[in-house]
């Protein structure tokens, strides 16, 4: 049996992130005119959060059906966004989803109040707020000194979703929208070079993923943690290519004349 969400709550889903695709990192508008002047196209969907039926992805058993029918166990996304989320449930955690849910939301309202101050900054200002999400450990120091890969890896989720949305989500959990996304970068060559940014922090992402499933490091010490990794050449990966987004980015800093970030090693190999 599904316990599929009742329209009312449909609805309510799709209108509390002014039916946008939760994904932060998509954002696709999922409603319009249809041609027939008393219909409107939809192709959001309410999809659960924990999943609807017995064999579906994140079930809980220990919910009841009317919880998980509930607003409170859905979230409103596009439909291929609703395919990823089902097709790699590690990734697409419950904890992730909710966190979608709460930044999508945050985001509508701030996309409402947006059009009384709307203003246009231009690329130089929005380069400086990119440039300011790299400006943080999680960027400058070699990997096995990262006190904790959970947080490098929230920190690096967190700069795709800036890159993405001009959001930026601070370390108490609040949401800032301090600017555009990329997409309104209108130097083209620059706009690339951050497309190209966001790619290799998605490939840094999945690494890591595979890096602890596979058990690619291991920590010692207490307070603050060190880490092993096993694969030399992996660890010298996560420190190479986070020098190379920040050459990258450099390059832009240059072009407009900005001071860039420069990636912190400490030893030398050789
Ligand atoms: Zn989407």
């Known amino acids: 049996m599904r316990d599929d969400f009742p329209k009312k709550i449909k ?32 192709i959001g969907v309410a999809s659960h959060i924990t999943a609807a039926s017995e064999d579906g992805p994140r079930y809980d058993e220990n919910m009841t059906a009317e919880e998980r029918k509930s607003f409170e166990n859905g979230i409103w996304l596009c439909q291929s966004c609703s395919k990823l989320i089902d097709s790699d449930v590690k990734r697409y955690t419950i904890d992730t989803l909710k966190t979608w849910k709460d930044i999508s939301e945050r985001m509508a309202v701030l996309d409402l109040e947006e059009t009384v101050v709307s203003k246009r900054d231009g690329d130089k200002e929005l380069i400086k707020f990119f440039v300011q999400c790299f400006d943080r450990p999680a960027f400058q120091d070699e990997i ?12 690096i989720e967190d700069t795709i979703i800036a890159l ?105 190999r050789w």
């Open 11 to 42: 609805e309510l889903l799709a209108n509390r992130v002014g039916c946008k695709c939760s994904n932060p990192s998509c954002r696709k508008s999922t409603r319009g005119a249809a041609v027939e002047k008393t219909d409107f196209i939809n």
């Open 144 to 155: 096995h000194q990262e006190g904790s890969m959970e947080d490098f890896d929230k920190a």
């Open 164 to 268: 993405n949305t001009g959001v930026l989500r601070t370390r108490d959990g609040s949401i800032i929208k301090e600017s555009e996304g990329k997409s309104a970068v209108e130097n083209l060559e620059w706009r690339e070079k951050l497309d190209t940014i966001c790619d290799m922090l998605v490939a840094l992402r999945k690494r890591l993923k595979l890096a602890k499933e596979t058990g690619a490091y291991s920590t010692y010490g207490e307070g603050t943690i060190m880490y092993i990794f096993y694969d030399k050449e992996l660890e010298m990966w996560f420190d190479s290519t986070r020098e190379e987004i920040l050459k990258i980015l450099s390059v832009i800093c240059e072009d407009i004349g900005v001071e860039g970030l420069r990636f912190r090693r400490k030893r030398y």
